[in-house]
Structure formats: structure tokens, C-alpha cells
């Protein structure tokens, strides 16, 4: 009789405890330790047998509370038994085994299509993951996947996420012809994604008109890093800026002008490269320019013509020839001169102009586009020519000039850099 009244007792109450488990789980206030099974099933085991156990009222007797206990585990955690059921105070342990049979595991780590290089990321970043996943469901029945499989998902993120941030794990139990399972784990992609890259190209000896040419193949070679996450390509921030490196050396302007690449990125939703592209073999510049303020100045165009040599090794120099015209009267001033970079992009050195045939001194700090920059010219005969300017855009400047020679010695001067 006392059989009869717990079987219809724990019936009526697994109906009722099922209905409320997932629910109460986050509420639970009791104590259940399961021992037998691995970490990560534990304490999946035991939050849900927590919820259980915190509705069970403590005055049925232990008999009921046992056979409670151990009937709602065996439907909850298919694939193993109660082997017993022990209370301690409010906390409750169980002791499971497995009952069902532990098949031959296997685990496959099935990659998500991407392109060169960026596949070639990947696949060292998830080097000897399956090795890592393999003990953790070695020794556990196929039916646990029906309640562990968000823990294992779970689990199992934790190990991927340091190598492959940005990246959500999705699993597949296959069973094989031989009794065993495979285990495949593949990776979709989460947001944040990137969407483009935008890049800038920041070059004092090639000239802005070639640059477009650059943007457009650096655009073209950047599609394998779209619509990857974000975090994921922060952790990969210095392949990405080799990636750049590596198109821009197969640019035939590249190779000509042997310039040597130095890139910058900031991955994003919308990332962003910076390159710094200087020829260790030519220079070259075009502009044209109008004065206001100066009723002595005329508009001109001016080119910049330069030949980089290294005499000796870290010693570089350019020797040049500019010439200004000046688009009112069509006079031409010829320029040849020889200078050498004193520290980055400051420049100091000579030349000589054909308009007085005198030399003079010459010093150049060169930036690029949003940036200031300054130069200075002094002759033999004590004449000073200086002026401050800042690179609105790639092609427009603005500058404050002086020049000692004129009755109006300051103006402004509007320049086209081609």
C-alpha cells in the first residue's frame, strides 16, 4: 500500500514538475550536487534538478523525496540512471551512471566558406579545436545531446571564442554506419559584420592623381574580409594590414617607384586603412596656385620633378628640378636642387633658380591630406619666401605665405595639387 501511494505521488508530481522546471530554474533556492558525470553536464544536471528539489515540499518523507528525485532524473538526464540519492541538510546529491552505451566519438570542424587569405586564418586559429572538444564528450551517451546540447554549444563556445571571437558555434550529431558518432561543428558569422573598408593614401612623391588606381584594386582586394565579424578581424588586425601590403606590392606604380607600403588599419563596421606610400626611387608634383591679397603675385602652375638616390646606406637624397610659370605673363623659373630628410618628412637642402641666378636654402615639412604642412626658402641676398598652408582634401591647400621681396609681403595662396 505504501508503494501504491508513492507511485501515485510521484506520478502526479512529475506532470506537475516538468511543467515548472525550465521556469523555476532561474529561482531556484535549493542546493542539488550531481556527481558521475562530467563538469559541464553537472551543473547543467543540477540546475535543472535544483528546480525540482525547491518543489518538493520538505515535509514529505526522504522515501518520497528520493523516489521523486531519481524517476524525474532518469526523464530528465536521458542516458544515465540515479545510482542514489543522498540529503544533507537542504542540499541534495546524486550519484549517476550511465545507461545507455557510449558510442565511438568523433569531431569534425567544418569551417565556413571564405576566401583566401582570410581561410587561411581561420584554419590556424581552430588548429587542434576538435582535440580540445573530443575529451569533454568522450565518455557520455549520445542521449545526452537532448539536454546537455546548449551546454555543450555553450562549452564549447568558451574554447572558440578566444580563438575565433565574433564567431557563433552550431552542432550536428551524425551517427555513423559503425555504431559511432560524429560530432560536426561548424561557425556563422555575428554582428557586428564588416561591410567595407575604406582607404586613404597618404604620399608626398606620387602624385594624388595616381592614387585612385591604388583605392580602387586595394577595394576590389579587401572582398574577403566582408561580412566577417569585427572582432574577429581585430584579432587578425595585423593580416589585415599585410593583406594590404601584399596588393599594393603587386601594383605596377609600386614596383616602378619601389615604394614600400607602411599601412594602418582600425577594424569596424566600416574599417578604415591608412597607407603611407613614399617612392625610395622617384617624386613627383603638379599644382596650380592663385594669390589673394598680393597685387604683385599672378596665378602659376608649378611641377616637381625628383630622382631619390642613397649614397651610402640609411643616407638617402633627392636631387630635383621644379618649374614655375606664371600663367599672366608666361615667364618660366627654373629650379635645380639637391635635398636630404633630416628626420621623417622635414627636408633640408639647395637649390638654384635661373629667374636672379642666385642659390638658395630650402627647407620642406611635407604631410598629406587634413594636415599642416610649412616650407622656407632663403637666398644668398637675404631674401626670405615662407609660408604655412594645411591640405584641405588630397588636391586642395590653402596657405599663409611671406615673401620679403614684395611692397605686400603677406597673402594667401589656393593650390590645385594634381
Not at 530554474?25 to 535544483?50: C, K, N, P, Q, T
Not at 608626398?204 to 591604388?214: E, K, T
Not at 599672366?328 to 629650379?335: C, F, I
Request: glycine share 6%.
Amino acid at each position: 500500500m505504501c508503494q501504491r501511494g508513492v507511485a501515485a505521488v510521484s506520478v502526479a508530481a512529475i506532470l506537475f514538475v516538468l511543467c515548472m522546471i525550465w521556469a523555476a530554474a532561474s529561482v531556484s533556492h535549493a542546493s542539488v550536487r550531481i556527481e558521475g558525470l562530467d563538469g559541464w553536464l553537472s551543473e547543467s544536471a543540477a540546475r535543472s534538478m535544483a528546480a525540482v528539489y525547491d518543489h518538493i515540499p520538505r515535509s514529505e518523507p526522504r522515501a518520497v523525496k528520493e523516489e521523486l528525485m531519481k524517476v524525474v532524473a532518469e526523464r530528465l538526464l536521458l542516458g544515465y540512471s540515479v545510482a542514489s540519492v543522498v540529503f544533507a541538510g537542504d542540499e541534495a546529491v546524486l550519484t549517476m551512471k550511465v545507461s545507455s552505451r557510449i558510442p565511438e566519438w568523433r569531431v569534425e570542424i567544418a569551417p565556413p566558406n571564405l576566401n583566401p587569405p582570410v581561410d587561411y586564418w581561420f584554419a590556424v586559429d581552430i588548429a587542434g579545436l576538435d582535440a580540445e572538444i573530443l575529451p569533454m564528450i568522450r565518455n557520455t551517451p549520445l542521449e545526452m545531446l537532448s539536454w546537455g546540447d546548449l551546454d555543450l554549444k555553450r562549452e564549447i563556445e568558451g574554447l572558440s571564442g578566444r580563438r575565433i571571437p565574433g564567431w557563433r558555434v552550431l552542432l550536428l550529431a551524425q551517427a555513423t554506419v559503425d555504431g559511432g558518432v560524429i560530432l560536426n561543428v561548424s561557425f556563422a558569422p555575428e554582428q557586428p559584420l564588416t561591410l567595407a573598408v575604406t582607404t586613404k593614401i597618404n604620399s608626398a612623391s606620387i602624385p594624388a592623381v595616381l592614387h585612385s588606381n591604388l583605392r580602387d584594386n586595394l577595394m576590389k582586394g579587401f572582398a574577403p574580409v566582408i561580412g566577417i565579424p569585427v572582432p574577429w578581424l581585430e584579432r587578425h588586425k595585423e593580416d589585415f594590414a599585410a593583406l594590404g601590403r601584399s596588393i599594393l606590392k603587386d601594383e605596377e606604380l609600386v614596383q616602378i617607384s619601389k615604394a614600400e607600403p607602411v599601412v594602418a588599419v582600425e577594424p569596424g563596421v566600416v574599417s578604415g586603412m591608412v597607407v603611407e606610400l613614399e617612392s625610395r626611387r622617384y617624386s613627383a608634383g603638379f599644382w596650380m596656385s592663385v594669390y589673394a591679397g598680393a597685387r604683385e603675385h599672378y596665378p602659376e602652375a608649378g611641377i616637381h620633378l625628383g630622382r631619390r638616390i642613397q649614397l651610402l646606406p640609411h643616407w638617402d637624397m633627392e636631387m630635383y628640378w621644379e618649374a614655375i610659370l606664371r600663367l599672366d605673363d608666361w615667364e618660366l623659373e627654373n629650379r635645380l636642387g639637391l635635398r636630404w630628410p633630416i628626420w621623417r618628412n622635414i627636408w633640408i637642402g639647395g637649390e638654384w633658380s635661373d629667374m636672379d641666378s642666385i642659390w638658395w636654402g630650402r627647407l620642406d615639412f611635407e604631410s598629406w591630406a587634413r594636415r599642416p604642412y610649412a616650407w622656407l626658402r632663403y637666398s644668398e641676398k637675404n631674401d626670405v619666401i615662407a609660408a604655412l598652408g594645411y591640405h584641405i582634401n588630397d588636391h586642395i591647400s590653402i596657405e599663409f605665405n611671406y615673401d620679403s621681396r614684395y611692397e605686400d609681403e603677406v597673402n594667401v595662396r589656393a593650390l590645385l595639387n594634381l
